[in-house]
């Protein structure tokens, strides 16, 4: 089952999350439905919030379905490591047709867990550091709109509002 996505401005996108403590089939079906929600919207990653749900899961596959080893379910996600720095082009599917240069850490090591409950630890570089700190600040309330120049900030939430009035977000 295909989602819809939650935009900015939706206050389930700035509030927190809360931990997953059942791994089971509903959660199963869930984090299927969120990959072909992600996969339908041309995406790298999804976070539960982005489909209204305030819980903490996520979804990452930064080969789009090209390579089934990539898929990653993490629920419970903290980034427990970073190392360097990259600024790279970021977008998101909840805010769809903003993109801006945004600081990461180049690499970045992740601890969640998987669709069994089972512990994962990951490091990943580049474009999947990327993802992991992204997803993860989904479910601490936070977009990739926090880490630029209040300035682009606010240029960015201008343009919300002038379309949400418009009725054209
Ligand atoms: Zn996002």
Redesign the pocket.
């Known amino acids: 089952m295909i989602y819809p996505i939650v935009k900015y401005g939706q206050k389930v996108l700035e509030d927190g999350t809360e931990l997953i403590k059942e791994f089971n089939a509903d959660l199963e079906k869930l984090v299927a439905d969120m990959f072909e929600t992600m996969y339908a919207a041309n995406g790298v990653?999804l976070?539960a919030p982005?489909i209204g749900l305030a819980k903490r899961l996520c979804v990452i596959d930064i080969t789009s379905g090209q390579d089934p080893n990539a898929k990653l379910v993490l629920a419970n996600p903290e980034i427990i490591a970073m190392e360097g720095k990259q600024t790279e082009e970021e977008g998101?599917?909840?805010l769809p047709e903003f993109r801006a240069k945004t600081p990461r850490p180049l690499r970045a090591t992740i601890r969640a867990q998987g669709l069994k409950g089972e512990e994962i630890t990951l490091t990943g570089e580049g474009l999947l550091a990327r993802a992991f700190c992204?997803e993860t600040d989904?479910l601490n309330g936070k977009?990739?709109i926090h880490h630029l120049t209040r300035l682009k900030r606010e240029s960015i939430k201008r343009k919300v509002r002038k379309m949400t009035k418009a009725g054209e977000w």
Request: charged share 0%; with cysteine; net charge neutral.
């Open positions: 990653g976070a982005q998101c599917l909840s992204h989904h977009l990739f």
